[in-house]
DNA sequence: GGATAACATGTTACCGTTAACAGACAACCG
DNA sequence: CGGTTGTCTGTTAACGGTAACATGTTATCC
């Protein structure tokens, strides 16, 4: 890979005369442009980012720390940030935590280390460790889909509770008097959210005894586990309300393995939307977050904040989240 | 953010001795490393890796270049990226081109300047400028999901040929006679070997005149519109193959306004399966592809090559393809 | 006891780029 | 004609880190 210096030596010019002409910056006359542009031409010479940004302390590139990048909720997200920050000229580098607190903390030192311009972080846990480590060196911040209460941060994310609330809602409206909430982790704030949502339903209803909480991870599996334990209980619900969509595909197999129909038997709903794109056969009744634009307006929180344009108030930005009714929730079957 | 000459004067020491306590290289007295990693753990001091890879000329970075995460055979991909190069201590950038031979361009150049130690693409189109491109600044370069004829360069992808040649089988197997193919763009390789899969079952099978191909783009769009000319032309087929889940989708929409009941008036097959973690309901008989292992394969090799241990000819690995035979397709109706 | 080796630390120079300063020359002005 | 202004180009130093070299100290050996 040839240098600044090559492309001088070839054209018969200083390394600080090539500069000008790669940045249109200082007088440089025709005859010489001319001759240093064929000359970087010739060589292919492509300037060196790095050493750019060891002068200027920024490197357009900010880091995209989340869970799981295969969650489509997430990939959503991702594709939004990813437009957002190219648009303005921005790399996004991406990191898959799996929910472990250790690997972000492994990525954030990683991505600090590179000397990114700004994080945008899908935090593996409440814990405010992670904040404070970018804080305390000077890097920017924006917490997406999560709430970090201990911790002054920009955050942008959907309306759980809001959202629970609606759904667990639709469930009574339709006449669901047990309903059963199978929950992710409570070390995590869209799960503390949700199941304030579900209370607080039930509560208004006057059905706060009632209320019937497994908690779990998001995961397929962990909505396997807590759908079999809770069809172990009695009375069995009529309902359920997964927390998310790995969640609800995990209760839907234990369903379909014990024998009972969709919403004729039970009801099943659940959190978070498929795209249009990957649905076959649109079933579940849920709550859609409008995860592409969280992804843009926490890209351009954070853009904002580099270029020096925001408000020094952390700015929380709670975006509404949608019921969309569909197949997977019915009445329900009338006592026996 | 502090720099190595800040932990330097704090504990009292030279830059060097205290880059030789970070690297763990040569000779430091005890008494002196605890009094550097005191003054690295006072001041939060993090390395800075741009000077580093100044020097030393790798940067721990690759690029992944694809045409839409969105996809989920491409989201799974890049977490195989992701996953493997982690492992290696490598960071992952990753950049959208929706197919635009532009954008494909302009991040390309991007990433040279950023002086990723290498890149994965997945091509746009089977144009070799991209992969020229690199290889004139010798940057290494896997080439992902698609072939690229006219120049020579590592590449891994799916069989899709072999694939589907047996998707087509599957339907003639069935007693399909008119089958018609939904394809993605011409341009693109894995459409090119589709299409050939395509025509070899059907000549195999003395059918090569039934051949029935319509090309479009590899969306759901795209399988909308070819779907819809597909119904138009008589007689009409009995079994479709889409080129892709995008299209099978649309396609399928197609279908389901014109009244007609999948697999019983009409079978539909599709390249590239759902991840089981987001198929509530497992309908389409499919050609499934390896993308995890497809993108742990192809970042293996990416890194054995940076790491010098590759050979010098160009690898093509070809991963094979899996046929799962589920609802969707079915024998013909039986001729009025 | 002087040579030698092992240990411990510091100095210089460089990676590629560019801001700040400096110098040279031409045009223009009063 | 001397001074000012505008145009064009070059030199130096710095961004943060470390390899290579240099230097000094202490322990070891014959």
């Given at each position: 890979m040839s240098t600044i210096g090559d492309v001088a030596k070839r054209a018969g010019v200083s390394a600080m005369t090539v500069s000008r002409v790669i940045n249109n910056s200082g007088y440089i006359s025709q005859e010489t442009r001319e001759r240093v542009e064929q000359a970087i031409a010739e060589l292919g010479y492509v300037p060196n980012a790095l050493a750019r940004s060891l002068r200027f302390k920024r490197t357009k590139t900010i880091a995209l720390i989340l869970?799981?990048?295969?969650?489509p909720f997430f990939t959503t997200l991702a594709r939004g940030i990813e437009d957002a920050a190219s648009e303005q000229g921005f790399s996004v580098i991406f990191c898959n935590t799996d929910e472990s607190q250790d690997e972000e903390a492994e990525y954030l030192s990683v991505v600090v280390q590179k000397q990114v311009d700004g994080v945008l972080l899908v935090p593996a846990s409440s814990s405010s460790e992670s904040v404070t480590f970018l804080q305390d060196r000077g890097v920017p911040c924006v917490v997406l889909d999560r709430r970090l209460p201990d911790v002054a941060v920009d955050t942008v994310r959907g309306d759980s509770e809001a959202g629970a609330y609606r759904l667990t809602r639709h469930l009574l409206d339709l006449g669901h008097r047990r309903i059963a909430l199978l929950n992710g982790p409570s070390s995590v704030s869209t799960a503390e959210d949700r199941l304030a949502g579900y209370r607080r339903a039930l509560d208004e209803a006057g059905l706060s005894s009632a209320a019937r909480v497994y908690e779990g991870s998001y995961t397929v599996e962990g909505g396997y586990r807590t759908a079999k334990q809770m069809l172990g209980?009695?009375?069995?619900?009529t309902a359920v309300f997964a927390a998310n969509n790995f969640i609800a595909i995990g209760a839907l197999r234990v369903l379909r393995e014990a024998g009972l129909r969709v919403p004729d038997d039970l009801s099943l709903v659940a959190f978070d939307d498929l795209p249009a794109t990957m649905m076959i056969d649109p079933f579940f009744t849920v709550i859609g977050q409008p995860a592409y634009e969280m992804g843009q307006r926490a890209t351009q929180l954070l853009l904002e904040h580099l270029a020096g344009q925001s408000p020094a108030e952390p700015q929380e930005i709670v975006l509404p989240a949608q019921l969309i009714v569909r197949r997977s929730s019915g009445p329900p079957p009338a006592e026996i």
């Open positions: 869970t799981d990048i295969t969650n209980d009695t009375p069995r619900p």
